[in-house]
């Protein structure tokens, strides 16, 4: 067998970040062709370090690395794309957090998937353009990264018949993996599903983000494309993911109705 290379480039997403020791850090990086790996950074956090701005989290880097038996080290690195210009917008923060934990618990160690790291690139590159509807590219995004992992949910068929669905009102059950049919529907859990929110879900499924984002989405459809999207998930994690909850947190405060400023 071929002996790996002993250093090798390679861009990255950091996806966490950890203090460690005295002044290291370590970093989990999202790559294109090794996918998910761990590496340190020896001595980023000393006032000296030339590499410490380079190595933000959700930014995308080029990095060299060199192999070490148990954990990789980082040799070189340079910032390509800090994405978010105004980084310190906490709801920016707390969409990328989801995005990366979503892509975090859906892939494992080591394990390649090019288009899903093009996935993550393309999606913080739209949640950092002006105007952007973050809950559109969310559920845009959680469609396929359900796609490029295996977990699509059925929005044409009905989930436990078979048979094709009506353009009509139907119901979208997490535990069928997608959507039922008045006739099929069984249980509490299925969600009630307009014929409004299957269209803008097929859309969003089967179209390029450019024609996506043009919809224009109202508060309470995109509440329950969220319902359905995050019960899907927390279904198949059987455990509902940490930051979908602080964007509930971080939206519940954003809507909240804003006190004038006293005269
Ligand atoms: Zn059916």
Known sequence: MPRPEVVFRTSAIIIRRYEYGEADRLLT???PDQGKIRVIAKGVRKPTAKMAGHLELYSKVNLLIRR?????RIEQAEQVQPYQPQRESLIWFGYAAYLVELLDRFSEDEEPNPPLFGLLDIALNWLSAPDSDYALVARYYELRLLRLTGFEPSLFRCAVGQEEIEAQAQYFSPLDGGVVCPDHVRGHAAIPLSLNALK????AQTRDFDKVRALQISAPMHHLLERIMHSYIAHLLETRLKSADFLHLIERFREAPQIPPSP
């Open 68 to 72: 070490g038996r148990d954990l990789h």
């Open 200 to 203: 803008i879900l097929r859309y």
């Open 29 to 31: 990086l999202f790559t």
